[in-house]
């Protein structure tokens, strides 16, 4: 898989209804999902890629993350990720993945500071900010997650995550 195809869409974190038996609207419970295999468009690479490209063998890391979480060997996808940002901290897609594989072993403060560094590297995204609502619903923090999920409706208001948050949260 080509940088481009790892880098363009970072993982989504998806959530569960609860049970509709139950009399109140139960709080969400998030759905650790495998990262998505994305193909963009042929040649989609951004300025900042062009201008640094990320290392090959970070690239080969996240590549043994990805198999690894697909595998749901949360443990070693987390080994793999850490090496991937290790190699190149600059490595925006590292961090997201590597903050979803921290989410699914319940390592919710160390999953925010991953999806914190990938918004540090580069301009606002939608989907980290919805992964960070999700990660901060998770940890209890409602709050926080609900300023993180307009935040991510403003840049895009069709991004189906943030948009669930929002009607589980704001109604």
Same mark, same amino acid.
């Given at each position: 898989?080509? #940088? ?6 970072? %993982?989504?974190? #998806? ?19 495998? %990262? ?8 989609? +690479? ?6 640094? %490209? @990320? ?16 595998? #749901?060997? @949360?443990?070693?996808? @987390? ?13 925006? $897609? ?5 903050? +979803? ?18 918004? $540090? @590297? ?24 609900? $300023? ?5 409706? $403003? ?5 189906? %995550? ?8 704001? #109604?």
């Amino acid at each position: 898989m080509s #940088h481009a195809q790892m880098s363009l869409n970072p %993982p989504f974190l #998806h959530l569960r209804s609860p049970a509709e038996s139950e009399p109140e609207m139960a709080p969400l419970v998030p759905d650790w999902p495998e %990262p998505p295999r994305a193909e963009p468009p042929a040649g989609a +690479v951004s300025l900042r890629e062009l201008q640094h %490209p @990320i290392a090959k063998k970070a690239l080969r890391a996240a590549y043994e993350g990805e198999q690894f979480s697909q595998a #749901h060997n @949360i443990p070693k996808a @987390i080994e793999k990720f850490e090496k991937a940002v290790q190699i190149d901290p600059s490595y925006r $897609d590292g961090h997201c993945n590597l903050g +979803v594989q921290y989410a699914r072993a319940g390592r919710f403060a160390d999953a925010r500071a991953e999806f914190q560094k990938a918004l $540090d @590297i580069g301009p606002p995204a939608a989907p980290i900010y919805a992964n960070l609502a999700l990660t901060l619903i998770a940890a209890g923090e409602i709050r926080e997650a609900q $300023d993180l999920a307009r935040k991510a409706l $403003d840049l895009d208001p069709g991004n189906r %995550p943030a948009q669930r948050i929002a009607q589980a949260i704001f #109604h």
